[in-house]
């Protein structure tokens, strides 16, 4: 079994600062791109950022130069650092991981159960 736990959401001011935490755990083999996703009511769920396993990373030019993602791959562990917060990026954060399990020989989807981020005065 593949667990991602989510850490880091909670409110905060505009223009404040957050990091969220991903770790990943269980009978890992291999993780190849790790990322984050974000929803807001009523609105569909988007990327935010994504990493892979050789640092090269991707972001919409709605969080570009606020946000930075990285990551840990001795603690099977994504970041994502985020600046200069507006009220639009109240949303539910959700990590994404592409994992292949031991004893398996492809990679699926794994989703954290999600943080939420809340940015208001």
């Known amino acids: 079994q593949v667990q991602l736990v989510e850490s880091g959401g909670g409110l905060v001011q505009p223009g404040g600062s957050l990091r969220l935490s991903c770790a990943a755990s269980g009978s890992i083999a291999s993780i190849n791109a790790m990322g984050w996703y974000r929803q807001a009511p009523g609105k569909e769920r988007e990327l935010v950022a994504s990493?892979?396993?050789?640092?090269?990373?991707n972001y919409p030019d709605s969080v570009k130069g606020r946000f930075t993602v990285s990551r840990d791959n001795a603690k099977n562990t994504v970041y994502l650092q985020m600046n200069n917060l507006k009220p639009a990026d109240t949303a539910v954060y959700y990590c994404?991981?592409?994992?292949?399990?031991?004893?398996?020989?492809?990679?699926?989807?794994?989703w954290g159960q999600g943080t939420q981020v809340t940015v208001s005065s």
């Open positions: 990493i892979d396993t050789g640092g090269m990373t």
């Open positions: 994404n991981a592409s994992i292949r399990r031991l004893g398996s020989g492809i990679f699926r989807p794994y």
